[in-house]
């Protein structure tokens, strides 16, 4: 099962060489959004290409919705889900995906969870079924949940423990949300993973899985009468949960201590400078401002032209890497990254100077109308290319509708990036690229002689 | 209301000139300790010099178990207990208490919350009474809670908002405890506070106010008999809580990154650094650790005597203030701070590379045998004027029974002290002040523009 911390808009989509306007122009299938009487929510998005179908269920809960001290928690369930219910034994829900020759996957973030299945499309109602039988007939046992915690843990191991970004990140994250949930990494913290219960996740499952809580998302080679029709007949019979716990952001106060922090690991052969900055996501910002940050970080940090890349790879040769990313698709407050790797010889504190400098020049001299336009068309070319991907429309749709937005905001969204203009994106850096926003990590290697013991 | 967010053991006491090893070896007084039936614990402390009696009720619950999002509520609370009960309306206990002439104050930290009356001491039934029926009958209504709220903010403003080194503690607390609740101020988030409801304060109260949740300690002229069948008859009566929730504090994840911050502040006028490490309480240490890390603090940053008040403000001249501090009694993981202020022309970069130079002589080469000795006279001398004064008895061991210890490790403290060794205090220099524990902060004015603004 994979773990997602981000979700971009951008990160969708399969990188075009050539975008054009003409692209761009094009237009969506007509998504259909329907709501049970049990509360369930219903998004179909019609793709009759091929005879295949992509049915995913999205539950409004992610690990931000955690118990403190619980970290890990949602996605360790994520995990336990495929244990089986009363039904249908452990494995047998996998097995049917298999054999009928389809896939699955489930994922975890701050905000949801998700699980997908992409079968045949004279499929759908079965794995909607299944889908249906272990939103509340998941039964547990220490015999499966205890080996199961050995495989999070060791999944920490891989995608955290034992990878030095992975944990500056964590680290990065983990200064700049003062009072959000979102401080706390999606996978856990190690030492709460390793108490984790059966308990725990019986207890968070009821509490939070149920159709009144969840979006399913159908794409593909289904009419959204049908699909409809076939999601009553699964899902209609689920209860609704009359005691669904309200989704709580502690808010963060007002940023006023601009923060660094520093990693040595053994491991960091590249030295590493990242900078993340509290701003707004989609849900929280007001019209337009979410967007002006997607260009911003375009134009900043996105490719070969982009300033972060001209500037400190090309011009100054003072970096190997460099980029910047905004995650639009939160709940509550998101992140603008900036970073890049010095070259040999180099500094972090140079980079870091002449990062700085680049930002600086942003928030002075805003950006040039062809670097707008640009980004522009790009992020508009990336959006209608993802209309080709069965997956990736089904997860943007999603994506929106458990982290605050509509399916409106989903179709509208190549409008609005085209009006985007270049004051808005001067504005966005000077009003959320304020260093008393931001922690800036370093990581660097570490060469002490107790170096091999504290990896 | 007072809100402390720290109290030392060290910080109880009087400042004494010159203290003695022949002081150092009295004895307190017989302590007195009782359970009743439904779980009230009772502290009694004879002291008979004068006809006057202390009396204290310490809950088990302050900031550190408020819900997230509601930060300031326990705070809010310890206000809130004066506005009246059925039987007793808003300000009657205050007036009584005035009118026989007593003092009365209550205070909040991270992990209790306590009421006190000083009074003559046949007045004691009379406040016990008060403050048994205020321990389930408190009365809220919002034409007392809203203008309360307003106080509240008020007090905020006062102690943080217009206080540079304490906006500057606030930012360094909630970097140091990444998963902590302690990260959160005990006066509350602002944001937050103003939000805080009737509602949010008697939810609180009612999961939290109970005889199994409280202590009481008596200090003064009254004997243990006597005052136990006082408390008898006036808490005896008030129901056990039979679902009083767990005390939950998460626990950090290893702390692996250096972290700094920077404070703008335009009111800053003397620049300060600050740094805290991430450290045992008494209460989480091993046997011993506690002690030497009181003797630690005391030998590196207590009075002019101090390794970085000499080396710092007398031999080297960078500083014109040096300090350190060692908080042992919180309930989790607690904190060690050293700081001060640099001398004008010198910057905060030299400070911290003398400081850092201080501190890692001391990690090098460990401290002489004379100024363990100075210190643990010192503190042993002060422990033992301590008792000279009964309220700071009274608040020793009501936060000890609040955060972890007990009757015995107060009594036995300044034996532990003793017995502390050269040995241990290296070692303890040596695992807990490592910079990767700890948070570094910069005070530092604001000559921006815009900083009549922000501040």
Do not use: C
Not at 9 to 34: C, H, K, W
Not at 404 to 413: E, L, T, Y
Request: proline letters at 5%; aromatic letters at 6%.
């Amino acid at each position: 099962m994979l773990s997602r911390t981000n979700l971009t808009l951008t990160a969708l989509v399969t990188v075009i060489a050539t975008p054009s306007l003409a692209v761009a122009q094009q237009r969506g299938p007509e998504v259909a959004d329907f709501t049970l009487a049990n509360g369930l929510e219903l998004i179909v998005i019609p793709d009759h290409r091929a005879p295949v179908v992509t049915h995913m269920i999205w539950y409004k809960v992610g690990a931000a919705d955690e118990t403190p001290g619980k970290s890990g928690l949602a996605h360790f369930l994520e995990h336990l889900m495929f244990k089986g219910t009363a039904k249908n034994p452990t494995g047998k829900f996998s097995q049917v995906v298999a054999r009928i020759g389809g896939q699955e996957n489930a994922f975890t973030s701050q905000d949801y969870t998700g699980y997908y299945q992409r079968v045949p499309s004279d499929q759908l109602k079965t794995v909607m079924e299944f889908e249906a039988d272990r939103m509340t007939g998941l039964q547990l046992t220490d015999d499966v949940v205890l080996p199961e915690r050995n495989v999070i843990l060791e999944e920490q191991n891989q995608r955290i423990g034992n990878n030095p970004r992975a944990r500056l990140g964590e680290q990065i994250d983990a200064a700049l949300y003062l009072n959000n949930p979102y401080g706390k990494p999606v996978i856990g913290w190690r030492h709460e993973m390793e108490e984790l219960s059966r308990d725990d996740a019986i207890g968070f499952y009821r509490r939070f899985y149920a159709p009144n809580n969840a979006v399913v998302v159908i794409a593909g080679d289904v009419d959204p009468a049908k699909a409809r029709a076939l999601v009553e007949e699964a899902y209609g019979k689920v209860p609704r949960h009359n005691n669904l716990p309200p989704r709580i952001r502690a808010q963060e106060p007002p940023p006023v201590a601009a923060r660094s922090l520093t990693l040595a690991d053994a491991r960091a052969e590249i030295p590493t400078l990242q900078r993340e900055y509290l701003v707004p996501s989609f849900a929280t910002s007001k019209r337009g401002e979410s967007m002006a940050l997607e260009v911003l970080a375009h134009i900043l940090g996105s490719g070969s032209n982009s300033r972060l890349y001209r500037g400190l790879v090309v011009d100054k040769q003072v970096a190997v890497a460099a980029n910047a990313w905004y995650d639009a698709s939160t709940l509550d407050l998101s992140k603008f990254a900036i970073g890049g790797s010095p070259r040999p010889g180099v500094t972090l504190t140079q980079l870091e100077a002449e990062t700085d400098a680049i930002v600086v020049e942003v928030i002075a001299k805003g950006v040039t109308a062809e670097e707008l336009e640009r980004a522009k068309t790009r992020l508009i070319a990336d959006a209608v290319y993802a209309l080709d991907n069965q997956a990736s429309m089904a997860r943007w749709y999603g994506t929106a509708m458990t982290t605050g937005a509509s399916v409106n905001d989903v179709k509208n969204w190549p409008d609005r990036i085209r009006a985007v203009t270049a004051e808005q994106v001067q504005d966005a850096a000077r009003q959320w690229l304020d260093k008393r926003r931001s922690v800036t990590g370093y990581l660097v290697k570490d060469v002490s002689p107790q170096a091999e013991k504290r990896s």
